[in-house]
């Protein structure tokens, strides 16, 4: 097919008039059966590199991707074109799923969008082994996931790499993505192999703006950001480092009465699905999201993106900017830095990149004992689930650990007669991690161009200055912070209570509320010195905040008994700082609530399997009658993971307790990244 006969295909399909030259490249070796690495910026258009050959191609193109929104909008971008097209994922049931993998099978899909950890799945297995199955192209999206050098590493993409390996030389075969070192271009080759080659484009974004603000607090970014945010036009992002931040940036917004929301991993599948549609909408002036919003979001008129906190390297950044101005319009791209940050919160994503050696060697032992499935290897290793699945990765590629499907179920057995584990590559990754984040510090302070370093570090070295960054205009922005602001920042932290998510549809449990967060706050330090360091009971400060929570919260809501968390460690602390909000509130107090059985901490449990079994059937309510067809207030001094709140709540309900609405002290930022 030439250039001119597949461009009047584009156009009467897809209704564009011609490719980019990079554009045809890419499809004019596809088309041949060739094997390409295609490594361009955001906005270039790579998803149509693989769009129009598979229209043009016999049988179903397989796209793996990690991002849900993009297969979701892609796919209803390819069914408003005639297209046909479908995505697999954990949002669909599973009669859902089999229907579209029935569709594939069947001929009825040119585009069939699947997550990488479907390879995990033996329904898919067995599809992809079907001799009726006709596999046209096979697609890799956001292929940095397959090098544990790249900066999302994903494991479930290495099955990708054995399904490609399978294939014949002259099997179409195209890797994506934006950022890429040399590296990890390299490594991304080695791993697809046979033949690839690699085009890679112009990674200058001319319309981005690029800032480095320099502050001296957080109070300062959420100062600057209230005076400054409005000015700027159009809608952008606020990237945040954790889940909490997210929260409390959006609601310093909404107290400011500027159109915000927060987006992170904790956030029910529904909400996101709404929250996309409002940023493309422009329904806020932002959305506050940690780095689980993004790629996937197909949205070409984004005009900012702010930074709260230092992402871990100059890729991480390079690709989360490049979400603004894909239209190509002037773009502003803001990045604050507090020299006097803690660096904690980066460097524990770097050091979670790779578990210790330990766990590790936790999970030989566990698999040694027996074969077992994910959530056996989770409860034998009380780990998370996204260390073992990285841990099981390596092991695997490393021949200690096979796969066996025993049951339609997966397990794991260990490989006796299996060589030692192998740390090198690790240890050598971690190294690289850190001088990346050595680079990202760099950036921060360098009085060059901004837009030069970031493509310099990826591999694309610029010959000129990208002439609208704050080093080239020579602007340097300043904060201004001034006794009206501070006070009213004062003001918000003594009015926004953090609400505890406990709703569910199988108890009569409703969303509670805490007065402060534990780790931001002197709440924390209180809690810290009566529990830990004889401090007696909760001071009186903490009675009248928690109850200026509840009057947020519940209004002049009456309830019919308090009862009280029993303590695993804290004697009788909580129950005295119940009976007070008790007094207060001029509701029944009731010392009824009991544990049936010894439990340990929840605290040194990794996992929700782990703290669910710690808890199970542990309470007990001597004279369960008194809380039939009533409402009860539940107190408890910190909320973790919400486990023993939900627990408790589930037995109450059964009992006949027709209300149960939890009111705590604190709740927990650790662990909530």
Request: charged content about 25%; aromatic content about 10%; proline content about 3%.
């Given at each position: ?72 909008d ?67 999206d ?20 054995n ?30 192999g ?14 981005l ?9 957080e ?17 952008g992002?606020v990237?945040?480092?954790?889940r ?48 689980a ?9 984004i ?52 578990p ?9 032992d ?30 695997i ?34 190294d ?16 060059t161009?901004?837009?030069?370093f ?67 706050s ?7 010195r ?25 209004g ?43 439990t ?11 703290k669910?079994d ?24 910190i ?18 307790a ?15 990244l």
């Amino acid at each position: 097919m030439t250039r001119q006969q597949a461009e009047q295909k584009l156009k009467s399909t897809f209704g564009f008039n011609e490719f980019h030259d990079n554009q045809w490249t890419v499809i004019d070796k596809i088309l041949q059966g060739q094997r390409v690495l295609l490594i361009e910026k955001t906005g270039f258009g790579k998803s149509l590199c693989y769009q129009f050959p598979a229209t043009q191609f016999e049988g179903v193109t397989i796209i793996f991707s990690p991002l849900i929104a993009l297969m979701r909008d892609q796919v209803q971008k390819m069914q408003d074109l005639g297209i046909a097209a479908n995505f697999i994922s954990s949002q669909h049931t599973e009669e859902e799923n089999n229907q579209t993998i029935n569709d594939a099978l069947n001929g009825k899909l040119k585009l069939l969008y699947i997550h990488p950890a479907r390879m995990e799945n033996v329904k898919w297995l067995e599809t992809v082994r079907d001799k009726n199955f006709k596999i046209a192209m096979v697609v890799v999206d956001e292929a940095h996931c397959i090098s544990t050098w790249g900066h999302d590493f994903i494991p479930s993409y290495r099955k990708i790499v054995n399904l490609v390996n399978l294939l014949p030389l002259n099997f179409p075969v195209l890797a994506t993505t934006a950022t890429a070192t040399k590296r990890v271009e390299e490594d991304i080759k080695a791993q697809i192999g046979k033949n690839i080659i690699s085009i890679r484009g112009n990674l200058l974004r001319e319309n981005l703006k690029l800032y480095v603000i320099t502050v001296q607090s957080e109070d300062e970014k959420m100062i600057w950001l209230a005076q400054n945010l409005e000015k700027i036009q159009g809608t952008g992002v606020v990237y945040t480092g954790t889940r909490v931040s997210t929260e409390i940036y959006a609601k310093w917004f909404e107290y400011l009465k500027i159109k915000s929301v927060h987006y992170n991993s904790g956030i029910d599948t529904e909400t996101k699905k709404d929250i996309e549609q409002g940023l493309m909408s422009n329904e806020y002036k932002c959305v506050v999201s940690t780095n689980a919003l993004g790629m996937g979001i197909d949205k070409s008129d984004i005009r900012f993106v702010v930074h709260t906190q230092i992402p871990v390297s100059p890729i991480h950044y390079y690709q989360e900017i490049g979400r603004a101005g894909r239209d190509g319009k002037p773009s502003h791209i803001i990045l604050f830095y507090n020299p006097n940050d803690d660096k904690t919160l980066p460097l524990s994503f770097i050091e979670g990149g790779r578990p210790e050696i330990k766990k590790y060697q936790r999970v030989i032992d566990a698999v040694k004992s027996e074969r077992l499935g994910l959530h056996g290897i989770i409860k034998a290793t009380n780990l998370k689930q996204t260390q073992v699945n990285v841990i099981l990765a390596d092991l695997i590629a490393q021949g200690i650990v096979i796969e066996a499907i025993d049951r339609n179920s997966k397990k794991y057995e260990f490989k006796f007669g299996s060589p030692a584990l192998d740390t090198k590559s690790f240890e050598e990754l971690r190294d690289a991690k850190l001088k990346e984040f050595d680079e990202m510090l760099n950036y921060l302070t360098i009085s060059t161009c901004r837009m030069k370093f970031l493509c310099d570090f990826l591999g694309d070295n610029l010959h000129k200055d990208c002439g609208v960054c704050d080093n080239c205009r020579q602007k340097n922005i300043q904060v201004s912070v001034t006794e009206d602001w501070r006070n009213k920042l004062a003001d918000f932290r003594e009015t926004y209570f953090p609400i505890l998510e406990v709703e569910n549809k199988t108890t009569n449990l409703v969303n509670g509320v805490a007065a402060s967060y534990y780790g931001i706050s002197n709440v924390g330090q209180a809690l810290h010195r009566s529990k830990y360091e004889n401090g007696g009971d909760f001071p009186d400060w903490l009675l009248r905040l928690t109850l200026k929570a509840f009057y947020r919260h519940f209004g002049k809501e009456k309830f019919d008994v308090v009862l009280y968390v029993p303590p695993t460690e804290s004697g009788d602390l909580v129950k005295n700082f119940a009976e007070k909000i008790a007094k207060s509130l001029n509701f029944t107090f009731s010392n009824a609530l009991k544990k049936s059985r010894t439990t340990q901490s929840q605290k040194i449990f990794q996992t929700g399997l782990l703290k669910k079994d710690n808890l199970k059937d542990a309470f007990i309510l001597e004279n369960p009658n008194q809380i039939i067809g009533k409402t009860v207030l539940l107190i408890d001094d910190i909320y973790d993971s919400g486990a023993t709140i939900k627990e408790i709540g589930k037995y109450l309900s059964k009992l006949g307790a027709v209300k149960v609405a939890p009111l705590v002290i604190a709740k927990t930022v650790g662990g909530d990244l």
